[in-house]
């Protein structure tokens, strides 16, 4: 099986820097197994949206599949109380 190409939306990197080190530690590494198999086990798909949700301790990670081009495109990563929020 091959490997996804990760890409990372401006808007997330920068959500992803103001989280506390310890939690960005984790977020990145749970970014990194997407890339391996995406559609993991606890990976949900959203309804309504052609996007997906990962959980990682009180911090939600929202992205994107393009099966056709191998990419995962993280859209949002935030707290669980906000992240949702439009």
């Known amino acids: 099986m091959e490997s996804f190409r990760i890409v990372i939306k401006k808007s997330a990197a920068k959500e992803i ?3 506390e080190k310890k939690d960005r530690i984790r977020i ?3 970014i ?4 391996s198999d995406p ?7 959203l309804s309504g ?3 997906y949700r990962i959980r990682q ?12 081009e191998l990419i995962i495109n993280v859209v ?3 707290h669980r109380r906000d992240i949702y929020d439009n």
């Not at 990194?32 to 890339?35: I, K, P």
């Not at 559609?39 to 798909?45: A, D, E, H, M, Y």
């Not at 301790?57 to 056709?68: A, F, K, M």
């Open 28 to 30: 990145i590494e749970k």
């Open 17 to 19: 820097e103001r989280i």
């Open 76 to 78: 949002k990563v935030g």
């Open 39 to 45: 559609r993991q086990f606890g990976s949900k798909k």
């Open 57 to 68: 301790g009180n911090y939600r990670i929202l992205y994107q599949v393009i099966d056709d």
């Open 49 to 51: 949206q052609e996007k």
């Open 32 to 35: 990194r197994c997407l890339a």
